[in-house]
């Protein structure tokens, strides 16, 4: 054994679809690629003693992970690993089977995801019915999760990713004293890093690297969808792509010879924000990537300073922000922030991302061996985190512990919220809605009150709003709050 590792990614591969006018359904791509990741590693699907699976978005099945299994050849009785789903959800898996191995239970694991987005969506838009297997509509695609947001902020309009993600980007600009200009463009420029990276990586859905002012600018091809991020600032999620890991133990690692091959995993950790956004303490840092980055960071023996690459989780700007701000490194660090081209230009297929990060991850690592790579991912509205650091197998740090955690706690505690409520609110942070034609649909405001909670609140005539809101910060200012029964929401209006 190296050091006190006990688990390492061995085998790999992915796949985009880029050259098919519509690809095989969910299951299908999963079969194909974890029998590749099989293959790369060396391995027989016979031997494999456990399997997971990360839950497609763009269709469902019944027992899905078995199904895979008994397609690729596995055993009857392989072991089976699920965790609900997220941007967090491969290494939930990866850290949940490492322990695993480090407790002698398994050797051998392959976990594998695939999104067909694009070829469902397309069929959907030609009104064609696609050849693939009936549709499980017993199983929800995120089953067993809770919702995104709470019934009360869903009734506001904060119920997804485009609405929830600009809020905390407005707040850390307003935090950091920042102007709207500024703010953006350091968004762009962070995306545009990326976009370089997904330029040469053969397996990234866009390879054509906008410019920041093609990133940044709102033109007809890159829409406002909600302030401050345009269309090229989002995760694009209609793709076609696959990826697969093989992990082992050390044990079986040593006896295949095969350790120049392999990836370590150092070490990894998880934690949760308190779940619904606007009860947070804080909106413009992260509690959770504190919690998760440090443990992984410690159990891994190794420095920020260390590490060599980092594959920042980027369904948005904000992410890879507060990442940076928890890391306390700058923004113009010259060390790689995604090494796939992240969510926006890489692909974002579903909740499968970070599995392209770390088969691409394995490939990096056996041609630079002397590297260290930290990968983190992102779940719901900025809630799951995840942290996952590792360096080529026979390059492991003397420190390093392997020890790998499924969910830490944060110790944080919820913000009270006002609800049915009225009176003078203070603007914590908001973001606007638009539609296709540019136009403003919806204002959603968080709010801080005299007596210390929480509200949330829309505004009457959002079109009318929106140009005072864009023309000097609100963020701080003083409003009135007030309960609408009959459209049952809360509304807010500057003084």
Same mark, same amino acid.
């Given at each position: ?244 890991? &093989? ?5 079986? @690692? #040593?006896? /295949? ?7 370590? %995993?150092? *070490? !990894? ?50 992410? &890879? ?5 928890? @890391? #306390?490194? /700058? ?7 995604? %090494?796939? *081209? !992240? ?153």
């Amino acid at each position: 054994m190296t050091a006190s590792v006990s688990a390492y990614l061995l085998g790999q591969a992915q796949k985009s679809f880029h050259d098919v006018d519509a690809a095989d359904h969910p299951k299908k791509l999963m079969s194909d690629i974890a029998l590749a990741a099989l293959l790369d590693a060396g391995i027989a699907p016979s031997s494999v003693d456990a399997v997971g699976c990360v839950d497609p978005l763009s269709w469902t099945y019944p027992d899905l992970a078995r199904s895979v299994a008994a397609d690729i050849g596995c055993q009857k009785d392989v072991r089976e690993f699920w965790l609900p789903g997220g941007g967090t959800t491969p290494q939930d898996l990866t850290h949940e089977i490492a322990l695993a191995i480090d407790a002698g239970e398994i050797d051998i694991a392959v976990i594998f995801g695939a999104e067909a987005m694009r070829t469902r969506r397309k069929a959907t838009r030609a009104g064609k019915e696609l050849d693939w297997p009936a549709r499980d509509k017993s199983i929800r695609a995120m089953r067993g999760q809770k919702p995104f947001t709470s019934e009360w902020e869903a009734q506001h309009g904060l119920r997804l990713p485009i609405q929830s993600f600009p809020i905390l980007e407005n707040a850390m600009r307003a935090a950091g004293g920042r102007s709207a200009e500024e703010q953006i463009s350091i968004a762009a420029n962070l995306l545009h890093k990326n976009a370089l990276v997904a330029e040469s990586n053969p397996h990234a859905w866009f390879q054509n690297a906008p410019s920041v002012d093609d990133i940044s600018e709102v033109t007809t091809d890159n829409r406002m969808i909600s302030y401050p991020y345009t269309k090229r600032m989002n995760a694009i999620m209609d793709v076609d792509q696959a990826a697969a890991v &093989v992990i082992v133990s050390d044990k079986y @690692l #040593e006896a /295949s010879g095969k350790r120049s091959q392999a990836a370590a %995993i150092l *070490g !990894g950790a998880g934690a949760e924000e308190i779940w619904n956004p606007m009860q947070r303490r804080s909106l413009s840092t992260c509690i959770g990537m504190e919690v998760a980055f440090e443990a992984a960071l410690a159990s891994a023996g190794v420095s920020v300073e260390d590490i060599d690459a980092f594959d920042f989780y980027s369904c948005f700007p904000v992410p &890879v922000e507060l990442a940076i701000d928890t @890391l #306390e490194i /700058s923004t113009n660090d010259p060390r790689p922030f995604s %090494i796939t *081209g !992240g969510l926006a230009y890489g692909g974002g297929p579903g909740n499968n991302y970070v599995m392209h990060s770390l088969a691409t991850a394995v490939q990096h690592l056996r041609d630079n061996r002397e590297e260290l790579i930290m990968i983190t991912g992102v779940g719901m509205a900025n809630t799951k985190h995840t942290a996952t650091i590792l360096a080529a197998a026979d390059k492991v740090p003397s420190k390093a512990t392997g020890k790998t955690v499924y969910r830490l706690t944060t110790g944080d505690q919820e913000v009270p919220v006002a609800m049915e409520a009225s009176g003078t609110c203070t603007i914590a942070t908001y973001t606007i809605e638009y539609n296709r034609e540019g136009e403003p649909t919806n204002v959603i405001y968080i709010l801080d009150t005299a007596a210390g909670e929480r509200a949330i609140a829309n505004a009457r005539h959002p079109a009318a709003v929106a140009p005072e809101l864009l023309a000097s910060d609100p963020i701080g200012r003083l409003g009135e709050l007030s309960w609408d029964a009959e459209l049952g929401r809360q509304f807010f209006a500057l003084e």
